[in-house]
């Protein structure tokens, strides 16, 4: 698996044994490298630490240009989605086509030069439903050689492939991508929030999640070949968010199956979705060229109209190893019942029946 994040110490001569051993060491996700490091800043087993100084390690997410992967997207993932295209293609040549027109200035995307170190995109409207593929985007996306991309999001989603073809091609960039949630980032959306070296959200913004959908028209047979995509297409997006924010591929499956998991800022950062999160007195870009007039932005076709209207989201997902991993996973030899510990633990949280 791709390994995203890394163990930084301030190397001066300074440093104690523990910090100076684990320095370099690469994490999976977040959730791993803050088991190690509380809230990203300072090693658990720093020796000057328990002395009252504070400890200079912190952990990093890797650059682009720093990850032999060439991106948070590894193989499997890949060849997981190289397939999916094979059968959609299949899929696809049996329907009937569906004309779509793109109006002038109708784009849902626009990509500018900001200096010569940086290109911005801006995402502020439904993907690939008006007429611009996915294809279009991208093509313009390898054609950036700055070093820095900072991708800006306000959209409800769109298609599922433009979306993971999107994600695709931001994880696989060169340049240090920062993508950044201004307003919502809904469905398709919120997995190419994943593609980011780091991942920014303004606080009052609303990110949502859900399982991919889609629609057909044919036999039986038609509707079952849909169901078993969109299955494989969900479970693909679930390991983007657990790339991210560390759990399983089936923990944020059941997030998404069958309902929408709406989230603020503030609840995303918590999650590990995000990275950072902005205070609404922080300035944010703003681009009046950027289609004010054509923006389309509606939350109409969800379940639900906004993070006020839905269910509170989970996000304990740190609670139960941060608190309970560092008492019991002290002794080696017991490390396998720590385990079973933690994992009676959780479910009794998840289920309720853990609190007081």
Not at 175 to 183: E, P
Not at 244 to 251: D, F, K, P, W
């Amino acid at each position: 698996m791709a390994k995203r994040w890394e163990a930084v110490e301030h190397e001066d001569g300074n440093e104690c044994g523990p910090c100076n051993a684990i320095d370099g060491t690469l994490y999976r996700n977040r959730e791993d490298a803050y088991a190690d490091y509380p809230g990203g800043v300072g090693y658990k087993d720093c020796v000057g630490a328990k002395y009252g100084n504070a400890c200079r390690g912190k952990v990093v997410k890797r650059r682009g240009a720093e990850r032999s992967d060439q991106g948070m997207t590894d193989t499997r993932l890949l060849n997981n989605f190289r397939a999916l295209l094979t059968e959609r293609a299949a899929f696809m040549a049996k329907q009937k086509p569906v004309a779509r027109a793109l109006k002038p200035g109708q784009d849902w995307f626009s990509i500018k030069n900001v200096s010569a170190d940086e290109a911005s995109i801006h995402i502020f409207d439904e993907i690939g439903f008006w007429g611009t593929t996915a294809q279009s985007m991208v093509d313009q996306l390898n054609a950036i050689t700055t070093p820095k991309i900072t991708v800006y999001v306000n959209s409800p989603g769109g298609d599922v492939f433009d979306g993971i073809a999107i994600h695709t091609a931001l994880a696989m960039s060169k340049a240090h991508v920062t993508t950044f949630n201004t307003g919502i980032a809904a469905s398709a959306a919120s997995y190419i929030m994943m593609a980011g070296d780091t991942i920014k959200t303004a606080r009052n913004a609303m990110w949502m999640l859900h399982d991919a959908s889609g629609m057909t028209w044919g036999n039986a047979t038609t509707h079952r070949a849909q169901a078993d995509l969109l299955d494989k297409l969900s479970m693909n997006i679930a390991d983007m968010y657990a790339l991210q924010a560390g759990g399983t591929q089936s923990e944020w499956f059941a997030r998404m199956e069958n309902t929408e998991t709406w989230y603020t800022g503030e609840e995303a950062l918590k999650a590990g979705l995000a990275d950072e999160m902005t205070d609404p007195d922080e300035p944010d870009e703003k681009d009046d060229s950027v289609m004010s007039e054509s923006n389309r932005l509606s939350v109409a076709v969800f379940n639900y109209a906004g993070r006020a209207q839905a269910p509170a989201p989970d996000v304990s997902r740190e609670t139960v190893p941060a608190v309970v991993q560092h008492y019991l996973i002290e002794d080696s030899s017991s490390e396998d019942k720590a385990q079973d510990m933690l994992a009676f633990l959780a479910e009794r949280i998840r289920s309720g029946k853990g609190q007081a």
